[in-house]
């Protein structure tokens, strides 16, 4: 089952220690937030879990498999994740299964085939420019996704975006997660964003980082519908903000 496991991880960067020794985990299917300020190494962090950057000490564990600076195991949608310009969105999308050696047709069809359940469906031959911003984060959650199913690391895949088509987008994903059911690490850096999707939250602090708190969400998903209105919301929210010093 895919459990994701950071066990002591540290790392400094630019002679800095940024990571000082973090530990955290998410269980399966589980979706776990990472709040923290901004520079703390959350990107980092991810760097880390993905394989991309081995960290001075500590291990990744997925599966109990030692994964440390291992690529190939989990999806990574980086930050700034852009399409390329060039391309249209099924080919943008079908990249991850081409560079598995699927035959181009093959993985354009196989990336047609989620068209519907990403909201693509009709935009298969549209170009990245031709796309609305939630759209354009659609399709490269979708060829996340196509990578590797069932573990995503998605950092900020919403902060660019508007505040309505960024709840619309945030109660998509909630569907399309129960739908595919993932294992998920998901960076924000809106606290209220965290505890509408998140099972679970870690708050890091600032360098070196650790963290400095970690919270269940008790409200089940679909959360709070369009109001929230439970009182043990406000309670929450303020420990968060607490740990976030804001
Ligand atoms: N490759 C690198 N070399 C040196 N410093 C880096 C490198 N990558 C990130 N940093 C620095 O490390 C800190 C953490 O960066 P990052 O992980 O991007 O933070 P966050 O995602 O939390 O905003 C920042 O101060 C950043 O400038
Ligand atoms: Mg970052």
């Given amino acids: 089952m895919p459990e994701i496991v950071v066990e002591g991880v540290s790392k400094t960067l630019g002679g800095m220690l940024t990571l000082g020794g973090v530990n955290l985990k998410a269980g399966d299917r589980d979706f776990a937030g990472i709040l923290g300020p901004s520079g703390c190494g959350k990107s980092t962090l991810f760097n880390i879990i993905s394989g991309l950057m081995r960290p001075d000490q500590g291990r990744v564990y997925i599966d109990g498999l030692d994964v440390t600076g291992r690529t190939g195991r989990v999806s990574y949608m980086r930050q700034k994740d852009l399409l390329l310009p060039s391309l249209n969105i099924v080919e943008n999308v079908s990249i991850p299964l081409a560079l598995k050696g699927m035959p181009k047709k093959r993985a354009c069809a196989q990336a047609a085939a989620h068209f519907k359940q990403f ?128």
Wanted: aromatic share 10%; hydrophobic share 40%.
């Fill in 119 to 246: 909201g693509l469906d009709g935009f298969e031959k549209y170009y990245p420019s031709q796309l609305s911003g939630g759209m354009r984060q659609r399709a490269a959650m979708l060829r996340t996704y196509l990578f590797s199913s069932d573990i995503l690391l998605l950092d900020e895949p919403f902060a660019s975006l508007d505040a309505i088509t960024k709840r619309k987008m945030q109660a998509w994903l909630i569907e399309v997660f129960n739908a595919i059911s993932p294992t998920v690490m998901y960076i924000t850096h809106d606290v209220d964003e965290a505890l509408y999707l998140c099972d679970r939250i870690y708050v890091l602090s600032a360098c070196p980082t650790v963290v400095k708190l970690e919270i269940t969400v008790p409200f089940c998903r679909p959360p709070h519908g369009r109001t929230i209105v439970d009182r043990e919301y406000g309670v929450i929210r303020d420990k968060v903000m607490e740990a976030l010093e804001i």
